[in-house]
């Protein structure tokens, strides 16, 4: 039946999906909609095919008395079966102080390396472009404490591990020798890290004329 | 009689972390003179930026740990005393000093 097929695709998919959206955190729908990632998916959606045609092939009934059954039965088993087997390892080789995975998980971590390089190079321009036109109007001495903790409260569930650490990088700036606008983007940037562009895009507009640079004396 | 500021809640907590660590200033300016070094040049042995960023054994080691827990770099032990790399986080930070740093060295 052709909708089984469908959804072992899909659950191959869906899996490469979790793997892409666990690594891209800031905004993952415009992770997931890049070509590399795309490719990602497509490759886990194979291996599921590809792991319910050899259940296929062989007969597997997975122990399913009633025949209506056995199909999602073995498009379950195709969905893990190509999973497990995609991202298990054989044994470990020790070089020095590293340890190397021998087995099919090492060409998924090189396949998932090169997607993340691909991914995060394409996104470092949208989001260089995203943080100068966002933070165009904001004045650093202004928005170092506000902008942050208005974010934090729009969003209510950041980790206090990620606080923390997000302090020490505001503190690091607030007491670093460089221009304005450099730590401007900074703040901008590492906010856009924690809390994605629409928060921060938010947080900006609402807070408005709060940390807007001063006009000018006449 | 004066009374300690005790946090009720996490926008509090974060709000005097964040104090804390702008008047702790131990190995901040350390730490961003290891960013834009690394800017420049993304990983390096950690015996060659000791010799580069020219600051005492103490004040850089702190710079290390901040940056450390700042999420910013990580340290990879070898046999060579250690390689500095910067994190995902730490490029993008170091992308952004460069602009800085290519503006200084248009003018200079």
């Given at each position: 039946?052709?909708?089984?097929?469908?959804?072992?695709?899909?659950?191959?998919?869906?899996?490469?999906?979790?793997?892409?959206?666990?690594?891209?955190?800031?905004?993952?729908?415009?992770?997931?909609?890049?070509?590399?990632?795309?490719?990602?998916?497509?490759?886990?959606?194979?291996?599921?095919?590809?792991?319910?045609?050899?259940?296929?092939?062989?007969?597997?009934?997975?122990?399913?008395?009633?025949?209506?059954?056995?199909?999602?039965?073995?498009?379950?088993?195709?969905?893990?079966?190509?999973?497990?087997?995609?991202?298990?390892?054989?044994?470990?080789?020790?070089?020095?102080?590293?340890?190397?995975?021998?087995?099919?998980?090492?060409?998924?971590?090189?396949?998932?390396?090169?997607?993340?390089?691909?991914v995060d190079r394409k996104r470092a321009e949208q989001r260089g472009v995203a943080v100068s036109e966002i933070m165009k109007n904001v004045d650093f001495e202004k928005a170092w404490m506000a902008l942050p903790a208005y974010c934090f409260g729009l969003l209510q569930n950041l980790p206090q591990e990620e606080q923390d650490k997000f302090g020490?990088?505001?503190?690091?700036?607030?007491?670093s020798p460089m221009s304005a606008r450099v730590k401007t983007l900074l703040l901008g940037l590492t906010l856009m890290n924690l809390v994605g562009e629409k928060v921060l895009a938010t947080g900006v507009k609402n807070l408005d004329e709060e940390i807007r640079p001063s006009p000018p004396a006449s | 009689m004066q009374q300690k500021f005790v946090p009720e809640d996490d926008f509090g907590s974060f709000l005097s972390s964040v104090q804390r660590a702008v008047h702790q200033q131990k190995g901040q300016g350390a730490s961003m003179l290891i960013m834009s070094r690394l800017a420049r040049q993304k990983e390096a042995p950690v015996t060659q930026m000791m010799t580069k960023v020219k600051v005492s054994w103490s004040d850089f080691t702190e710079g290390l740990k901040y940056l450390e827990d700042a999420g910013l770099i990580e340290m990879e032990d070898d046999e060579n005393g250690g390689t500095l790399r910067l994190t995902d986080e730490g490029q993008h930070w170091a992308q952004t000093i460069s602009l800085e740093l290519d503006d200084d060295e248009d003018q200079g």
């Amino acid at each position: 039946m052709w909708l089984e097929w469908v959804v072992a695709g899909l659950f191959g998919a869906l899996i490469g999906a979790g793997e892409i959206v666990s690594q891209f955190r800031d905004e993952p729908d415009d992770a997931l909609r890049t070509v590399p990632a795309l490719g990602y998916m497509l490759f886990n959606a194979l291996a599921s095919l590809f792991a319910l045609a050899v259940i296929r092939v062989f007969g597997w009934t997975m122990g399913v008395q009633d025949p209506a059954m056995t199909g999602w039965a073995q498009v379950v088993v195709a969905g893990f079966g190509a999973m497990a087997l995609l991202r298990a390892s054989i044994f470990n080789v020790r070089n020095g102080d590293q340890v190397i995975t021998i087995g099919p998980s090492r060409f998924l971590e090189i396949v998932l390396a090169s997607v993340k390089d691909a991914v995060d190079r394409k996104r470092a321009e949208q989001r260089g472009v995203a943080v100068s036109e966002i933070m165009k109007n904001v004045d650093f001495e202004k928005a170092w404490m506000a902008l942050p903790a208005y974010c934090f409260g729009l969003l209510q569930n950041l980790p206090q591990e990620e606080q923390d650490k997000f302090g020490k990088k505001l503190a690091l700036l607030a007491n670093s020798p460089m221009s304005a606008r450099v730590k401007t983007l900074l703040l901008g940037l590492t906010l856009m890290n924690l809390v994605g562009e629409k928060v921060l895009a938010t947080g900006v507009k609402n807070l408005d004329e709060e940390i807007r640079p001063s006009p000018p004396a006449s | 009689m004066q009374q300690k500021f005790v946090p009720e809640d996490d926008f509090g907590s974060f709000l005097s972390s964040v104090q804390r660590a702008v008047h702790q200033q131990k190995g901040q300016g350390a730490s961003m003179l290891i960013m834009s070094r690394l800017a420049r040049q993304k990983e390096a042995p950690v015996t060659q930026m000791m010799t580069k960023v020219k600051v005492s054994w103490s004040d850089f080691t702190e710079g290390l740990k901040y940056l450390e827990d700042a999420g910013l770099i990580e340290m990879e032990d070898d046999e060579n005393g250690g390689t500095l790399r910067l994190t995902d986080e730490g490029q993008h930070w170091a992308q952004t000093i460069s602009l800085e740093l290519d503006d200084d060295e248009d003018q200079g």
